[in-house]
């Protein structure tokens, strides 16, 4: 969870309920999982246990989501809006949010869901290569789970055929296949990530910093 900077503004709560609307998103896909509320207890204690609590209107008590389930909402960052009187946390989830088992309140259980955001499709991904990597016990027959026990040269050896199929497929205009050679060449380039310890949070960080200073950038390549 990030440290709060002495700059961000505090949360305010309403003065008549005593509440402030807190946003749960997940950290990794970007998906809106629920809405709640938080007074100043249930607020101070999600910042210092790293788990979602809120103030639960109906039981009118501090409620922990997941302390029935053990779907838990482990919080990555929180942020207050311009106003600071609405609070967005990204988490981790545990398992589905919503008591109707789906990944999101916001979804129907009996229609399809809308189709993830690309990048939001990585994050699920990253994730579950991630728990193949760290609980190959629970699905040992995944490709996944073989590629981790083979080691990183033979990870790095898939993602160097990956990517000159891909190229092959690039320069000679094979459009359809090329979706499939990239596809690929994405997912063992996520294994070797994992592998070395590597995330997707880490790798945009240094997009950003080379988007904020795009014309420093030779100074590290030595040109």
């Known amino acids: ?42 607020w101070a204690r999600t910042q210092q246990e790293g788990r979602v609590t809120f103030f639960s209107r109906s039981k009118n008590r501090l409620w922990t989501k997941g302390e029935s389930s053990g779907n838990y909402l482990s919080v990555v960052s929180t942020h207050v809006d311009c106003d600071a009187d609405t609070v967005l946390i990204r988490a981790v989830p545990a398992g589905p949010t919503c008591h109707r088992g789906t990944t999101s309140c916001f979804e129907q259980p009996h229609q399809h869901a809308s189709p993830a955001a690309p990048v939001g499709f990585l994050g699920a991904l990253e994730r579950l290569i991630t728990e193949r990597h760290q609980f190959p ?87």
């Open 1 to 42: 969870m990030n440290s709060p900077s002495s700059a961000a503004p505090a949360l305010r709560f309403d003065p008549v309920t005593g509440l402030a609307p807190a946003i749960i998103q997940d950290a990794a896909t970007g998906q809106v999982l629920m809405l709640g509320y938080v007074n100043e207890l249930a």
């Open 137 to 223: 016990e629970r699905a040992p027959q995944s490709y996944t789970v073989s590629l981790f026990q083979k080691g990183m040269a033979k990870i790095a050896q898939k993602v160097g055929e990956e990517a000159v199929e891909t190229v092959i497929d690039a320069v000679t205009g094979q459009r359809e296949t090329l979706k499939g050679e990239v596809a690929d060449l994405l997912y063992h380039l996520l294994v070797l990530m994992v592998g070395a310890g590597v995330s997707m949070e880490d790798v945009v960080a240094v997009l950003e910093e080379r988007h904020r200073l795009p014309n420093t950038r030779h100074l590290t390549e030595g040109q």
